[in-house]
């Protein structure tokens, strides 16, 4: 195993080094790899064959790592704009770390004087690995404001919110991820039924869960039902797929359930035992009629039925949730439901079914060094009285109120923020033309930290500090299922003066507030962080990767999930809270229930008439992560420019070709992309690209490259989040499609 594996051997010329990637370029995984240098470069590389997580495989971004690492446009050196010259490229000018640290630290330490320090906003993705220590960072500045500007959260906080109404931990399904010894694993039974639902999870690979562990569970026997609008590549291989119109995910949930309810096909012992409140689900159902909701939601009602017998079949089932579910506004009360249905079927922790996430080294998300925050500060959070949530273990702006409140300046304005793992102009910003833009825009100060040129630092950039790429850094990947450790590659040169996201926080963190960044470096913050499991951050590296060796089943029987080491669930009362009372408590829908997108044929009749096509976008590129790698050539080449998949049949009748320029126009917009016919979808829907810009484009002429031309948030509308404060309609809008004329290129 791992303890007689070398890190570093010396093979054909090259430098080979054994390590983690995740950080920069963006990821959700954490996958094994080898990295091969030579005369100081990186060249090329692998798939680690050894590492238990991806064994080996890679996605097309990790392995064109070495052309972003050698990109000859990476950023290199800290540069400051002065705020009145935004978006002048010429405006820019190199200075060193020690003057870069000193302005953000003076410019923010003057905002916080003048406006009081909750002005001071972080704006964070996911792609890289500084989640928890860049809330903390902001925490270190007096500030609660960790913010994205999506609307409703919709990316991953539904689901979340959803687990922890009803279980109070996170679980997804399982393909023998927790074990080091993976397949081979005594008691790991491979799923008899897998329902992959809302994600195509071989091209997302989101939230920790490698996409082809779904492909190796169907080798080894596992049936599928794929819950998905478009035919995927999973879809096509599924026993039954059920082909939804988009957000009415909800509808599909509950129609299930209550087949499985009504026919009494749940494990009557583990209800009785373990949950709490089915009478009350029951009786809630009883307003719905399956064949009805299954119409509702363009789907057959005897293939849903059978779907449902054939999940509640299973001696083991699991079902994999993805990004779909988030992305509309009642995806909290769709999770409830499905939750619901993975535990009186008595698939919750059990092999094969839906595992408790560990967690190792008790990392927390959200939060970490939110109790070193005053009270006062705390109660500044946007949202926190206004949804509770917010305030209970997600610690988060919520997005549309943040929005709003940028615009009036009530309570308090924001007036300095800092960007770390996103670029949120063209990823993150719904309504971002008439909204986003301007507010940030408002900031007196914004500091930037990426590895190249974006639209966000472009436009909105003050100060602009370059970052290191994954085999040039210190770092540590803990994303649910194991831990591994990150370090600077042999051999490898960083190019250009540049520093990691960590070492750049722990320098500020230590400037702004000693007490609550108490370390020297950031190895020190790493190791600090791995108390709970016992290691330093040198102990980890040693081991390369790290599983914990007392995972099991069945925690709930053992003790092993509350704190106060009782049998049962995190919650209230022990058992899994099929009707949540922390919901009721905070005013909250305690039980599942259906209501219609925002705007769809059945909410918004007349508007359909006028926007007949229904569009989804959100969809993962396998060679795109967000925004990123649109300047990599050979990925690229994979998808040159946006597409939009238009239905094919439809397209004929159009007169639409593959490749023709295309306007999709709504109530709020109109966005380019070109056409792509496809049978994936149905008539009168479509499929839009997202986090789409031209890095090519000459700055001078446009410095948002590109971006209002063809970014699908332009055609979002913030503000319609839904009754918990997450979720949105993102994948249902009502549009129109037609053919740019010749010559049109600009919005307007």
Known sequence: MKKNLPRTWEEDGYTVSRTTAWSAPGCHEGCGVLCYVKDGKLVKVEGDPEHPFNEGRLCPRCIAAPDIVNHPDRLKAPMRRDPSKRGDPDAWVEISWDEAFDLWEREFKRIAAQYGAESLQAVVGTGRDIMWESQRLLYSMNSPNVVSYSTGLACWMPRMVAYLLTMGCYCMADCSQLFEDRWDHEGYKVPEVIIVWGNNCVQSSSDG????????????GSKMIVID????????????????????????????????????????????????????VRQHFEQYDVDQLAETAWVDPGKLKAAA??????????????????????????????????AICDNIDVPGGNILTPNPGDVNFFGWGWDMLPEEQQKKLVGYNEYPMIRMGMRLDQSDLALVQAETEDPYPFRGAFYMGCNPLTSMSNDGLERVYKVLQKMEFNVVLDYCMTPTAQTLGDLLLPITMFPEREGMRSFYVNLGALWPIEGLQRTGDVKSDQEIIVEM????????????????????????????????????????????????????????????????????????????????????????????????????????????????????????????????????????????????????????????????????????????????????????????????????????????????????????????DVKALLCRIYPCKEGELKNG
């Open 309 to 342: 017998r054939m999940y509640a079949a299973g001696n083991n089932s699991a079902i994999q949730l993805g990004l779909a579910l988030d992305m509309q506004r009642h995806g909290v009360s769709c999770v409830h439901a499905i939750i619901i249905m993975m």
């Open 509 to 728: 963190g230590r400037r702004f507030n000693k007490e609550i960044f108490p370390w020297e470096n950031e190895k020190d913050m790493f190791s600090a962080m791995l108390e709970p499991s016992g290691m330093s951050f040198e102990e980890l590296r040693e081991q390369i990767w790290w599983y914990p060796d007392d995972v099991c089943y069945r925690r709930y029987e053992l003790g092993r999930l509350r704190a106060d080491g009782r049998v049962g669930f995190p919650t209230p009362t022990g058992r899994i809270e099929l009707y949540s009372f922390i919901a009721e408590s905070i005013g909250s829908p305690a039980l599942p229930y259906y209501d219609e997108p925002f705007e769809s044929p059945v909410s918004t009749p007349e508007m359909y008439q006028d926007y007949p096509v229904i569009v989804m976008t959100g969809t993962r590129n396998i060679q795109y992560f967000h925004s990123e790698h649109r300047q990599i050539p050979k990925l690229r080449e994979i998808q040159p420019d946006p597409l939009v998949e238009v239905n094919d049949q439809w397209a004929r009748e159009k007169g639409i070709s593959a490749g023709d320029w295309l306007w999709i126009e709504n109530v709020r917009g109109r966005v380019r992309h070109r056409a792509k016919p496809t049978p994936a979808l149905r008539f009168g829907m479509a499929n839009l690209n997202s986090g789409w810009w031209f890095p090519e484009t000459d700055p001078h002429k446009d410095p948002m490259y590109g971006c209002w031309d063809v970014n699908s948030n332009l055609i979002i509308e913030a503000g319609h989040q839904g009754p918990t404060g997450f979720g949105a």
């Open 229 to 280: 609008p478009r035919l995927t590549w999973m879809a096509a291989r599924a026993e039954i797929w059920l082909q939804p119109r988009p957000a009415v995910d909800s509808a599909i949930a509950i129609a299930m359930l209550k087949t499985i309810i009504d026919e009494g096909l749940y494990n009557h012992r583990f209800v009785d035992e373990w949950c709490v409140g089915l009478e009350e």
């Open 209 to 220: 869960f490698y996409g082809d562990w779904i492909v190796q569970c169907v080798k080894r």
